[in-house]
């Protein structure tokens, strides 16, 4: 039972990066109907920016402290916040430029131009990924103790490490902020008015060129969050992380039903879940096709998703 309960902890924590991943899907699709294959890699090239600005930061390029497991809280606590705002700011100026360049010209162009011109992004950004980061996985020292954080209560056949908080004390205010700013102010008014009629939400004075605008821009900042969490948590980054990561996230987002904020959310969770409790009792090798398996199985009986898909009719 121990081992069972370390191990849904574990999953939390890679539920929760792939939740912040997922909703750049969702974002994107309930606006425009587009499967933008690139956000992946605009989650990975975060990751590879985190590596560089802390790699910088730890030796004293910037004529800072150092990130290490010795660094006071403070200290280390202003330096990720430093990290994760210049990762956020930069992969949301990158989404912005991509729906520019890439998507915007090609909106009324029948659907199958988009999503090609989103596969050949992808392509792009991962080559800037082997320019950026070269062919080997990177890697970081493990700034966060080693410790655990329930030992202090008295267990120890459980586990919750600093790492694993970290996690959660980024991604939960973001998932909450992003949540009140879709259902309480104006602009997310007019996001949701954009997902349900871009024409009509036009013709009511909504700026829809600005609105998508901000939707890439709140998905890549989301996805530069993720990069930087990833890389702390885990340790590493590699050209390629996007793929795994971003199917995992979209599969997260149908999962619990494109579109669906809430739904993208619970999803990832679920994926995370999946993905620790395969790699645990079963095997890495088999973790993929059981993702898989759990999706189509839920859409066989559920179509649109644990919460259901939030899509306007736009025939």
Not at 102 to 121: D, E, T
């Amino acid at each position: 039972m121990d081992q069972l309960i370390q191990t849904l902890i574990i999953g939390l924590a890679n539920g929760l990066i792939f939740a912040l991943v997922a909703l750049g899907y969702t974002l994107v699709y309930g606006i425009i109907e587009l499967i933008n294959f690139a956000h992946g890699d605009v989650f990975m090239l975060g990751s590879m920016l985190a590596f560089g600005l802390i790699a910088i930061i730890s030796s004293g390029g910037l004529g800072v402290f150092s990130i290490t497991s010795g660094t006071p809280v403070l200290v280390m606590g202003g330096q990720i916040a430093l990290t994760l705002l210049i990762c956020m700011v930069a992969m949301a100026v990158l989404n912005v430029s991509i729906e520019r360049v890439a998507y915007r010209p090609l909106r009324h162009a029948p659907k199958l131009a988009p999503l090609i011109s989103a596969i050949g992004m992808s392509f792009v950004l991962q080559n800037v990924g082997l320019i950026f980061g070269g062919a080997y996985q990177r890697t970081i020292d493990n700034i966060f103790p080693n410790t655990n954080l329930l030992e202090p209560l008295g267990i120890t056949s459980i586990a919750i490490t600093p790492a694993q908080v970290f996690v959660a004390v980024v991604t939960i205010p973001l998932l909450l902020i992003l949540t009140w700013f879709v259902d309480r102010t104006r602009q997310g008014r007019a996001m949701r008015a954009t997902a349900q009629d871009p024409d009509t939400a036009g013709l009511m004075g909504v700026d829809v060129n600005r609105t998508i605008a901000l939707t890439f821009a709140i998905g890549g900042a989301l996805a530069g969050a993720a990069g930087v969490v990833q890389i702390l948590y885990n340790n590493y980054t590699v050209w390629n992380l996007g793929f795994r990561f971003g199917l995992n996230s979209f599969t997260a987002a149908v999962l619990g039903g494109i579109g669906n904020l809430r739904g993208a959310v619970l999803g990832a969770l679920v994926i995370g879940e999946v993905n620790a409790l395969s790699d645990y009792y079963l095997s890495p090798n088999w973790t993929q096709a059981i993702v898989f398996g759990v999706l189509i199985a839920i859409l066989v009986f559920k179509p649109t998703g644990l919460l259901g898909q939030q899509l306007a009719d736009r025939a």
